[in-house]
């Protein structure tokens, strides 16, 4: 990705200073300010101040290991407190100074607590997800480096998150007493002390994390601001980087650069990752592109390194200019948002997406259909008849993440079938059998708490023909769109709209497209949600969004949430969108602040054309992120389409050039063009 010179001019208000030098060296300086690097760069584990100034390390921590088990169980995963039995847990916190400590005990009942042999004074517990975990604030003075014993006493229940139910071997921090702590058994818990595991207990610290990083988009040293026409470089000549910020607030950040001949970083064309010398100066890069990695760590995590803004100075040489006479008739360049969430896709040569797609002839569901939209709308719809809600066999256990398995009749003649959960599963699964990405997010009133509290099982699409993820439901079949120009919305757009609707505010009308006539069972009403939609400030409730980081459910069976929406959702491998607006629960580790780590780009083509020394020749460098990549594409003058390297030479000729690129998947489906039309003056 690239800072263009939209960008560049107008969203982020970079400062641009340029001054010609002797000889053909110019300097040239790109001043970034904080708010621009957190929405283009990719980051981890760091926020941007409230006034969006500052970049910081990101606050608050989850200390848990019940995780991997935790949810819905299928086996005795409770143990009962009363006088004489009592519980302890053990969490490894390596430094657990914080302004604020919170204990997350799964359960219920009136406890009292004793950390590290200090008993704690606990208010009345705070409820998370409908009373399901109870949390109190204890004193942080209690805990201590290193292995923390967390006591239990009261009478209650406390749930057990069994190792027989866990896709990783758990760690062996929970013990139960019979004889009020005297002595204590590990992993021999329940009421009849035979179940190994952990119990459900997590602390939150409101303290900074140790350490984070924020990686800058490629850049051109020739170009920095982003035009669609680079100068010929001759040499690249030194870059200089450095932080502004307050005095002492950039006390561990750590700033370092690679370099490279090609646009898309490898190892051929590319160095290795260099630090800067004292006065953040590289002499030498290696080649004309570069990238620039900000690193924050602090050994104190009562205080965080911070700053706001990066300043890059470079002076390249530059040849001479034969571009400056070619004339920019029309250019449209997709720009890559990508996402610091190690997302794994299902790839489209899956056998079983083959075998879905043929063995319910899914071909005929949507022939005809024209568009993208109609393709995924008719699965969709598909999707939603496939058995009856109710009728399946989730009391007696709960289906692989597999549309054949979930589709299987048992000896009854039912459906293994399943609620919302599988329905999309099915739905999303029967999508990338036509070569559509999709991904699964969960969704709930959160700390919100409204408009109720029921929760569902989302799938999102990511859609060629409207260039954003869209959130299609292969439950009820139906779909929101903004009223006034019939665009489909995410559930990230939804949410906000939501929000304004129930504090009274504006909000742009949301239409909902029902894809069939639906005969609502016999349900309890806070469960309507999942069959109808009667508005945003009625039934389903989408202030919190938990996002599963993967959709290669087929090629890799773990990990997963344990049961998936038979319980709350309190796996440790959501990915969370939290704001000010409804931060997430206290419970979830991994957080998203970041607009562009939850709605990330694909299928799209993005050019930097570099000018070589010889008169009319351009290297044409393309990037993308497309699942199943097979190969770019182009369309040079209007002639017939071709297969290109991701670097091609572009010869021009007097006249218009004309310049189409995209990427094609593995799947056959084309992905989004870039494009541009260039005037070179005859002899």
């Known amino acids: 990705m690239t800072l263009n010179s939209k960008i560049v001019r107008q969203s982020i208000r970079a400062t641009m ?79 657990p100074r914080a302004s604020k400590a919170v204990l997350m005990v799964g359960g219920d009942g009136d406890l009292s607590v004793e950390v590290n042999g200090k008993p704690q004074i606990l208010g009345a517990p705070q409820q998370i997800f409908d009373g399901q975990w109870q949390a109190y604030d204890i004193d942080p003075s209690a805990l201590r480096p290193g292995m923390n014993d967390i006591v239990i006493r009261g009478t209650g229940k406390v749930r057990i998150a069994r ?101 898309v970083p490898n190892q051929e064309t590319w160095s290795e990752w260099m630090p800067l010398d004292a006065d953040g100066l590289l002499k030498a890069p290696r080649g004309r592109f570069i990238q620039v990695e900000a690193t924050l760590a602090t050994a104190d995590p009562l205080i965080t390194p911070s700053f706001s803004g990066i300043n890059l100075i470079t002076e390249p040489r ?188 504006e909000a742009k009308p949301t239409q909902i497209v029902h894809l069939v006539e639906w005969n609502m069972p016999p349900t309890p009403d806070w469960l309507r949600g999942a069959f109808q939609w009667r508005g945003l400030d009625r039934d389903m409730s989408f202030a919190e969004l938990r996002l599963i980081p993967r959709s290669n459910f087929l090629e890799q069976k773990w990990p997963l949430p344990l049961d998936n929406g038979k319980s709350g959702w309190t796996w440790n491998g959501f990915d969370v969108w939290t704001d000010a607006d409804v931060p997430a629960q206290l419970l979830h580790p991994n957080l998203i602040t970041r607009h562009g780590n939850f709605d990330w780009t694909l299928d799209q083509a993005h050019f930097v054309l570099e000018p070589t020394s010889t008169q009319d020749e351009i290297l044409v460098h393309l990037d993308t992120v497309t699942p199943g990549f097979e190969s770019f594409l182009a369309k040079i003058d209007g002639n017939e389409e071709s297969t290109v390297s991701a670097v091609f030479t572009w010869k021009l000729h007097a006249g218009r050039n004309e310049l189409k690129v995209w990427p094609r998947n593995n799947a056959g489906r084309d992905g989004i063009a870039s494009w541009i039309d260039l005037e070179v003056p005859g002899a």
């Open 318 to 505: 530059l040849a001479e200019d034969w571009t400056k006479n070619v004339n920019v008739i029309d250019a449209h360049n997709e720009e890559i948002v990508r996402t610091s969430i190690p997302f794994s896709y299902e790839p489209f040569t899956h056998p079983e997406l083959k075998e879905l797609r043929a063995r319910y002839r899914l071909d005929d569901v949507v022939s005809g259909a024209k568009t993208d939209l109609e393709i995924i709308t008719r699965l969709a719809a598909w999707s939603s008849r496939q058995w009856k809600w109710e009728e399946w066999h989730l009391d007696q256990f709960y289906p692989p993440w597999d549309a054949l398995e979930i589709l299987k009749k048992l000896p009854d003649g039912k459906l293994v079938g399943g609620f919302c959960q599988q329905y999309n599963l099915v739905f999303l699964q029967a999508a990338e059998s036509f070569g559509f990405v999709g991904r699964e997010i969960s969704i709930d009133s959160g700390r919100l708490g409204r408009p109720t509290k029921v929760g569902h099982e989302a799938v999102e699409i990511w859609s060629n023909q409207f260039r954003k993820w869209i959130w299609i439901d292969g439950t009820m079949a139906y779909y929101a769109v903004d009223d006034a120009t019939g665009v489909p919305l995410d559930l990230w757009e939804i949410r906000q709209r939501q929000l304004r609707v129930l504090r009274g505010r």
């Open 17 to 95: 200073l340029a001054a010609c030098v002797f000889g053909p060296a110019q300097a040239t300086t790109l001043r970034l300010n904080a708010n621009t690097i957190y929405e283009r760069a990719v980051s981890s584990n760091i926020s941007l101040s409230q006034d969006s100034s500052t970049l910081q390390l990101r606050s608050g921590e989850v200390f848990q290991d019940d995780g991997p088990a935790s949810g819905f169980s299928y086996k005795a995963n409770t143990e009962t407190l009363s006088p004489g039995i009592e519980i302890r847990k053990q969490l490894l916190i390596p430094d």
């Open 163 to 263: 190792a027989d139910d866990s896709y990783v071997e758990l760690p062996h921090r929970s013990a139960r007493s019979t004889d009020g702590g005297k002595s204590w058994n590990v992993d021999r818990l329940g009421p009849s002390s035979n179940v190994p595991g952990e119990y459900y207990v997590r602390l939150y610290l409101q303290h900074f994390v140790s350490n984070g990083s924020m990686l800058l988009p490629v850049m051109d040293i020739a170009n920095l601001e982003g035009n669609p026409l680079a100068p010929p470089l001759s040499e690249p000549g030194p870059l200089r980087v450095s932080v502004s910020s307050a005095p002492d607030s950039s006390s561990g950040v750590t700033l370092r650069v690679r370099s490279g001949t090609a646009y």
